[in-house]
């Protein structure tokens, strides 16, 4: 079965254009996850889906992020524009259950943005 | 608020080294409390978790247990091998919450 697919793996952009990153979950896992992750650092929650519906964003920088997961099954991450501070990896994690499994999430390998 | 703390690495072994990663939490509530390992090149994977006081979580040898009075989830491994050289996070999760607090990693190196 194949995991969880996160494109591109690799991105560099100048500042102020914009990148979009693609994630296609496990088949039949409901909930999808964005985090974020600094170098040095654990991975930080942006959004988090229940299908279509985003249930979570308090963390989401709305002024330049923006995310959308049309028909509850992939999802796409925005940043117009960026910025150098966007520089991270941005990982996109799926669960089957909301629940009692949360932390049962299957990531990607990950995008690693770098803007210059 | 909630926070993980683990120690920083990177932490550089022999192999059949015992391995110990220390973890400690704080929490407003009783989480669930997890370690999670990110291969070279592979995305973060559960490698263990324990979801109460005295748990013990287990899986390729490793081993940590829920230790409420301490606030830590420390990673143990009685021998560990060069293929376990990885990026190590310990996390904190509640069965009604919508994120997974990470700590910062630690990066584990194993020499032959």
């Known amino acids: 079965e194949a995991g969880v697919v996160q494109s591109p793996r690799y991105k560099i952009i100048e500042k102020k254009q914009p990148v979009a990153f693609w994630c296609n979950p496990i088949s039949g896992h409901n909930t999808l996850y964005w985090y974020r992750q600094n170098l040095g650092q654990g991975p930080e929650l942006l959004i988090r889906y229940e299908n279509e519906e985003a249930v979570d964003d308090s963390q989401l920088p709305k002024d330049r992020f923006s995310a959308e997961r049309l028909k509850g099954v992939d999802s796409t991450l925005k940043i117009q524009p960026a910025e150098l501070g966007d520089s991270a990896v941005y990982l996109c994690?799926?669960?089957?259950?909301?629940?009692?499994?949360?932390?049962?999430?299957?990531f990607g390998q990950g995008t690693r943005l770098t803007v210059v | 608020g909630d926070s993980v703390t683990q120690m920083e690495g990177p932490v550089t072994l022999s192999e059949e080294a015992f391995l110990t990663i220390n973890c400690t939490y704080t929490?407003?509530?009783?989480?669930?409390l997890f370690w999670y390992v990110q291969y070279p090149g592979e995305g973060l994977q559960l490698l263990l978790k324990?979801?109460?006081?005295?748990d013990k979580g287990s899986n390729k040898g490793f081993e940590a247990t829920y230790r409420k009075e301490t606030t830590s989830f420390h990673l143990e491994k009685g021998s560990v091998q060069v293929s376990d050289s990885a990026v190590y996070f310990c996390?904190?999760?509640?069965?009604?919450?919508?994120?997974?607090?990470f700590g910062s990693g630690t990066r584990l190196s194993i020499r032959p």
């Open positions: 929490a407003t509530g009783y989480p669930s």
């Open positions: 324990a979801t109460k006081a005295d």
């Open positions: 996390a904190l999760a509640y069965s009604s919450a919508s994120k997974i607090i």
């Open positions: 994690a799926s669960s089957l259950d909301p629940g009692a499994t949360i932390a049962e999430a299957f």
